[in-house]
T-cell receptor, first 115, second 115 residues
Framework: GDSVTQMEGPVTLSEEAFLTINCTYTATGYPSLFWYVQYPGEGLQLLLKATKADDKGSNKGFEATYRKETTSFHLEKGSVQVSDSAVYFCALSAYGSSNTGKLIFGQGTTLQVKP | EAGVAQSPRYKIIEKRQSVAFWCNPISGHATLYWYQQILGQGPKLLIQFQNNGVVDDSQLPKDRFSAERLKGVDSTLKIQPAKLEDSAVYLC?????????????FGPGTRLLVL
């Protein structure tokens, strides 16, 4: 079945460092790809999305490009802030014989940014 | 626009007791989802509704979990009887097509602890 794999955390960075969180997926169809963020004590928030190959999603300085050839959707940010400390989830959504548009999530990557 | 509302936010019960969670989706969203998020893992779909009909409940432990969405608006998820392994955060989401793709918006979640 469809699945998402993220790099394990926690990822600890200093403020203004460059961030990459790796995400790869397995899907039989042509899924849409998402990054959600979960701040401490809060619910999941959509960070960005991409719906087809070579699309780039971006928001709040974060970006990710849908790479069909490598089945990847890595999250990047050029300069992280302490306020970016959170858990980041990569997810896919697909429609087909066994998929009804539900989100399939990776296990999450915890980011800690130190001042 | 009001977000997805959930209650209660926290619940502590003894094993074998019953518990119910409530969700009110974003106005106008036809699709509603319940996810279970166990500590350290990504959320997993329990059940998906389209209006008041069930689209996918393949991962719902039907011997103890039940859910309904009467009138196609708010929804209730029930566990009876609860087991220790049901300790998790229960997330409700609703979706609408945004920019050509169904995008899910999450509530704050209900954190359940079963003792």
């Amino acid at each position: 079945g469809d699945s998402v794999t993220q790099m394990e955390g926690p990822v600890t960075l200093s403020e203004e460092a460059f961030l990459t969180i790796n995400c790869t997926y397995t899907a039989t169809g042509y899924p849409s790809l998402f990054w959600y963020v979960q701040y401490p004590g809060e619910g999941l928030q959509l960070l960005l999305k991409a719906t087809k190959a070579d699309d780039k999603g971006s928001n709040k300085g974060f970006e990710a490009t849908y790479r069909k050839e490598t089945t990847s959707f890595h999250l990047e940010k050029g300069s992280v802030q302490v306020s970016d400390s959170a858990v980041y989830f990569c997810a896919l959504s697909a429609y087909g014989s066994s998929n009804t548009g539900k989100l399939i999530f990776g296990q999450g990557t915890t980011l800690q940014v130190k001042p | 626009e009001a977000g997805v509302a959930q209650s209660p936010r926290y619940k502590i019960i003894e094993k074998r007791q019953s518990v119910a969670f409530w969700c009110n989706p974003i106005s106008g969203h036809a699709t509603l989802y319940w996810y279970q998020q166990i500590l350290g893992q990504g959320p997993k779909l329990l059940i998906q509704f389209q209006n008041n009909g069930v689209v996918d409940d393949s991962q719902l432990p039907k011997d103890r979990f039940s859910a309904e969405r009467l009138k196609g608006v708010d929804s209730t998820l029930k566990i009876q009887p609860a087991k220790l392994e049901d300790s998790a955060v229960y997330l409700c989401a609703s979706s609408s097509p945004t920019g050509g793709v169904e995008t899910q918006y999450f509530g704050p979640g209900t954190r359940l602890l079963v003792l």
